[in-house]
């Protein structure tokens, strides 16, 4: 009986133990892993803030370069411009003016001829290399271009460089050290981080001056308060960008709810197993593993999907003070996320990029391979390149590191406001629908197409043109409107798309035209499961003095 006993309290011993050490295990393991989620999160949010306040900085800076290149004819007109010399002491004035810290302007022949320093005077840009020459393409081409902030090696400080070209040939230049990027573009980053947040509600995005004010909160109540830091239970990162203080903060709160109840559940898991037979634990174990799996991938794609939206525009009209077009799009995914995406952004002052894309496959990898896609396009059409040089860029840039053999059909207009001519490439995609106003036709304008982006490294791309004219549109859209079957197989089509756009009424409200396709298609469908993304983007062009 007392060897027994003896026994009975070894094996209770030894199962308290090790119950202990499970526990003590368990919570190490999932502190560990809530800390790298968290983390993960905010690269994930500093990756999106990121860009918007590049963008915003970049505009606000481009501006102030286009308020020079407004003043020059005058600056030119004084006497004093004739001695480069003496201009410089003018040019600092102007600078001041312009809160800006450097000025010059540079000939058809990329030499600078003034400038508010002097020792600039001379320099010759197509005999330069590193950041300068990345200023050369403004010689050839009507555009802008910003760089982020970098050292200067003469002034051994840190300056951010804005070109943009003059008409007539050559371009003018701004530079702003950290402290005036920051007085300048201070109003276009205030309230950036509106309805930003991270790890749902709970995690949020703060931007401030480099003394602390905060300029951008969540919560507009915070901002022209002081940052006082986040506390010391959250889980944060700061960096700086384009000179801002930029904070991301997750709640420890937030990120350990979870964990507790997976603590919780792991030590009944382990007191049931001593009860119950091995089998049957191990059961109730696996299918808590696989619920917890299901629960965290639909957490994911939920996130993936809110991060995908937020990278699409959405806010339309897109430009209120333009009014000599409307545009309106939208993207309808089969699945929770999808492949496709639209975007459109000005490349100059009178010219506009948009675009429609599709990736090849669904889920993650698809949605991963189309946000990439998306920013090298994006970044090479502003680049001031020629549209078909940006489209065969994109395309190595796209082969490089492809080791899943993902593809993008994309088809690429940039509209000339002034003018209404369309320049495009159609790199493997369908072609687009132009509504003409004039007698209210719908007709496919049919060109050469290239090859898909991604398949083949060195694939060379041309460019086509055509003429809208005023009151004329163009429908771009995916295979996911056309190739939508109905219960017995036949597809949407081309004719049938070409019909429900001939059906007019839609040059007055861009919107009512995609709503108008999504209504035929859904008759079509007659309750077939969406196969494919449908995304949508019409364009319209008032003329050039609506």
């Known amino acids: 009986m007392k060897i027994d006993r003896k026994l009975a309290w070894r094996l209770a011993w030894a199962v308290g133990g090790a119950f202990l050490a499970s526990l003590v295990l368990t919570w190490f393991l999932h502190d560990r892993l809530t800390e790298r989620n968290a983390q993960r999160l905010i690269d994930i949010a500093f990756s999106d803030v990121e860009n918007a306040i590049r963008e915003a900085v970049d505009r606000r800076l481009v501006r102030q370069a286009m308020l020079f290149r407004d003043r020059l004819p005058a600056l030119r007109a004084e006497a004093v411009w004739a001695d480069p010399q003496a201009a410089a002491a003018r040019l600092r004035e102007v600078a001041e003016e312009l809160l800006v810290d450097e000025l010059c302007v ?19 840009f197509k005999a330069a290399t590193g950041q300068a020459a990345e200023f050369l393409p403004l010689l050839d ?11 200067n090696t003469r002034a051994g400080e840190m300056i951010k460089y804005v070109g943009v070209w003059l008409p007539g040939g050559g371009f003018v230049q701004t530079g702003c050290r950290e402290g005036s990027v920051r007085r300048l573009a201070r109003s276009a980053v205030t309230g950036l981080t509106h309805n930003r947040h991270v790890s749902g509600k709970d995690g949020y995005i703060v931007i401030t001056t480099a003394g602390g004010t905060i300029i951008s909160h969540p919560d507009a109540a915070f901002e022209s308060g002081q940052w006082r830091g986040p506390g010391p239970d959250c889980y944060w990162q700061r960096r700086e960008v384009e000179g801002f203080p930029v ?13 507790r109840m997976l603590v ?9 197993a001593l009860v119950l037979a091995a089998a049957l634990a191990g059961l109730v174990i696996a299918g808590w593993v696989r619920a917890q799996l299901r629960a965290r991938r639909a957490r994911e794609m ?39 995406f639209y975007d459109f952004f000005f490349s100059g002052q009178d010219r506009i990029v948009f675009l429609v894309a599709d990736v090849s496959g669904k889920g993650v990898p698809a949605a991963l391979f189309m946000m990439r896609a998306e920013t090298v396009l994006k970044g090479l059409s502003q680049s001031g390149r020629p549209l078909a040089e940006a489209v065969a860029e994109a395309n190595k840039a796209l082969c490089d590191g492809n080791v899943a053999n993902m593809f993008v059909t994309v088809w690429i207009g940039e509209l000339d406001l002034s003018t209404g001519r369309v320049t495009c490439v159609n790199a493997g995609h369908n072609p687009p629908v132009r509504l003409r106003a004039a007698d209210g036709t719908a007709s496919y304008v049919r060109t050469r197409p290239g090859l898909l982006l991604g398949a083949m490294p060195g694939s060379r791309y041309r460019t086509e043109t055509f003429t809208l004219e005023p009151g004329d549109a163009l429908y771009l859209y995916t295979d996911g409107v056309t190739e939508q079957a109905d219960p017995r197989g036949a597809l949407f089509g081309e004719d049938r798309l070409l019909a429900t756009l001939s059906s007019g009424g839609f040059l007055s409200q861009p919107e009512t035209c995609t709503a108008a396709v999504l209504s035929a298609i859904e008759s079509h469908a007659a309750g077939a499961e969406q196969s494919d993304d449908r995304t949508q983007l019409l364009i319209r062009w008032r003329g050039p003095a609506a």
């Open 264 to 272: 919780g559940t792991s030590a009944f898991l382990n007191a049931a």
């Open 247 to 259: 904070y991301a903060i997750v709640p420890r709160h937030a990120a350990i709810v979870e964990r």
């Open 141 to 151: 081409s009507e555009t802008e271009i910003a760089q982020p902030i970098l050292p």
């Open 302 to 340: 939920a996130m993936a999907a809110a991060i995908q939206g937020n990278a699409i525009p959405r806010v339309f009209p897109p430009f209120p003070a333009e009014k000599r077009m409307d545009l309106y799009a939208r993207m309808d995914p089969a699945r929770d996320i999808g492949g496709d």
């Open 106 to 124: 540079a000939g058809p022949d990329g030499v600078i001829t003034h400038g508010s320093d002097p020792r600039d005077i001379g320099f010759d």
